[in-house]
């Protein structure tokens, strides 16, 4: 690990130290010169923005950092008209076009307006070769045209990841690049939205509220803190200068007979959704506001069709700009995001009587304040507030009846839980130029207040073999209540140094003490990227750093959810094997969840309509926290909870981008991978569901590891007013452990694997004429081909039906009916 870590330092640090400075602007007789400056308010010089050239055919041509006066330069463009965009963290991405002639040079401005002091720009939202968010680290981002076109609407956020390479669906949640889903981070914009007892996201924005969503695998900007494995941010869409009232997916969904995928049997699936906004005062107050009803009913292939999940949830996002002088704005959110999941854990093995159902209210408000104090100094703080309350209810109270092939009775246990973060950010970015370059500085602050209170009610699980007679039965004593409070405090730093305008170095560092386990954390970063010819059509990223997770509340809580009493029974069901065991929850002393990660990654545009990426990373984790049953007497155990878990994940990619604008787009990106992780985490058995029965911790490969993954998301326009979609997505299966009667692990875990995983999305759509309105209207089908996609498996060796494979999702047909942003 060190030693490909000081590689990966020295081809990403000391290597680009030989780039050149920017050449002089002259043309040649057959081409043209495009050269300008980046300023905000009119006469402040902007160095190190990233300028993004493309074609009358919306193609990108080439890609270049302003230098430390805020100017570029591009030789020996084509003759032609060119839209040119400048994207700086902290300003509204801008656009301007531009006339290149042969033989001359042409001049433009670009002027950067500080985020919410915008009036008619041109807001880019399709990422560039450097992304703005993070240029240091590998990003996938779709913008909300993007996400409307490939989830045809109504998807949320959990279709949306399925379109990018980085993230796979585990069976806990959405793994990024083979992490826990608890591992991620989640941000809508810069404030914290995970519940701080999990370390999860549930809620679920509107999906007009979204303007993209960006997946950042390691970002090594300090500013991104509170994770180990990535970093998802959403970004809002704000009212734009007239008033518009747009209403969508008001077509449902229906489910239809098995094996018949037009015969109608009841309601699947209805999202209706609706967006208005505009000015309410001309160039300084704006609102736009987003809605979204969602009701969701899902039978399972392997139980009878009319046995049913269905949930219901309503979505409200509110977003306020001001812009309160020319140099000072703000903006204001509010989120309201209530939520029932009757039959929730529905499976092959769970059957309706055995699940539960959850209430989830969850809300969010937040003010952010931005400022241009200077013209060389920028301030940005945000206060945000999110709240969420959680109760699981089983069916009954009857005991649970674990058998290898069903479940009888009612759900173990009945929970609720209040849990809430107060989030306080405070930043300060700044520039200056000496005669060796320019360097672009962030400095600030992050407090976070985590509370979370709840209660959990436990009732008897009993573990029986196929022929019902008593193997194990576990049983909780008392009731119990949980509580949590602590506060989070985060000094980061960072300093961008650009000695010219292809190459730049970007370090910093974070100091973090994390509430629950008390300790201080200190965290370096560095990173850079190079602009590897005068074109800038290739780019050479990397970087290493340490990243620390927030440890979840539940860690903190552990010792006060109560004793476990296990007692075993001989092969008649009746005579006990030993005297019971009682499990007291113990914590050992606890570190910080880290992960140490280095990567490196190279962008080609090869021409205007073919581009590669190619990329490596690689991620040590450490102090991870795992729950391990230990008996310590005869009649007393621990079920003990310790920071000894770690994980390893190292991924090799290649990927192919074709583009020919508004006629063809594809995306082809294969994933070749290895990741290995202690199994018993805290996360996999103290989630909002919690889980009975734990066995013994084994490191082995990950939930979440896929070997082998291509991914591919295309779209077409093969005549005018028709469009043509397409999502496959290749991968190995994944891992699995082998039980017995007791549900104790046998042999070596997760050695076993699904079978392998395709799954086709494909849809036709044309624009239509309705009444002043041309939306589109189509055809989209899921599980195209009818592919094997088992979700369950019978992996109990008690059971006569070891190793079979359950619940395959069968192919799906909607009529689609939607109006493009």
Known sequence: MEFRSLIAFVLMVLVPGFALAQAPASPSPRTGVLQGTVTTQGTVRLPGAEIVVTDSANKQVVTILSDENGHFAFLGLTPGRYKVSAALASFVTTAATAEVTAGRSSDITIDLPIQSIAENVDVVAKSPVVSNENTLAPTETLSGKEIDTFTSGGGGLQATMRLLASVIEAPNGMSIRGGRPNQAGMQLGMNTMVDPSTGLSKISLPDDAIESVSVLPNPYAVEFGRFSSGVVVIQTRRASDVWRLRINDIDPTFRTHRGSPVEIIGLGREAPRAEFGGPIVKDKLYVQQAMQFIYNASDVPSLPEDILRTSTSFSSFTRVDANLTPRHSMVATLGIFPGKTHGDLLGTFMPLDATVDTHVRANEIAVTERAVWTDALFGETSIHVHNYQTDVQPQ?????????????????????????????????????????????????????????????????????????????????????????????????????????????????????????????????????????????????????????????????????????????????????????????????????????????????????????????????????????????????????????????????????????????DVNVTYTRSRARSDLNTLSN????????????????????????????????????????VGIADWRSGLPYSVTNDTLDFVGLRNVLRFPTYFRLEAGIERHIKLLKFQPWLGVRVWNALDSFLPVDVQSNLGSPNFGKFYNSEYPQIRIVLRFER
Do not use: C
């Open 396 to 664: 009954g109270g009857a005991p649970m009846q674990l058998l290898p092939d069903t479940t009888l009775g009612n759900f173990f246990n009945q929970q609720h839980r209040d849990t809430a973060t107060y989030q306080v950010i405070s930043s300060v970015s700044g520039s200056r130029t000496t005669r060796w370059g320019s360097h672009l500085f962030k400095g600030g602050i992050d407090l976070l207040r985590n509370a979370y209170d709840g209660t959990s009610v436990s009732r008897p699980v009993l573990i029986e073999r196929n022929d019902g007679t008593l193997a194990r039965s576990l049983t909780f004593p008392l009731p119990t209540s949980q509580t949590s409070h602590t506060t989070d405090v985060a000094l980061f730093m960072q300093d961008r140094y650009q000695p010219n305008a292809r190459w730049y170095v970007e370090f910093g560092g974070r100091l973090d003490r994390d509430g629950v386990v008390q300790n201080f954390n200190v965290t370096p970063r560095v990173g850079s990227a190079l602009v590897l010819n005068k074109s800038g059509t290739a780019v050479l990223r990397g970087g290493f750093g340490l990243f620390y997770e927030r440890t979840p509340s539940t860690a903190g809580a552990f010792d006060q959810f109560g004793t476990v009493i296990d007692q075993r029974f001989a092969i008649d069901g009746v005579t006990p094997v030993g005297p019971p065991v009682a499990f007291v929850h113990t914590t050992a002393e606890l570190q910080t969840p880290r992960s140490k990660t280095w990567d490196i990654s190279l962008d080609h545009r090869i021409n205007k309509f073919w581009s590669i990426h190619l990329g490596l990373l690689d991620r040590e984790g450490s102090h991870e926290l795992v729950v391990n049953p230990v008996q310590t007497g005869t009649t007393i155990g621990q079920l003990l909870l310790t920071s000894n878990g770690g994980s390893t994940y190292f991924g090799a990619e290649a990927g192919v981008h074709f583009s020919a604008g508004d006629r063809a």
């Open 685 to 724: 058995y103290y989630d909002t569901i919690m889980w009975p029965v734990f066995g013994q911790n084994a490191y082995a490969a990950s939930p979440s590891d896929a070997p082998n993954r291509m991914l591919a998301r295309a779209r077409f326009t093969p005549w005018p007013k028709w469009l043509v």
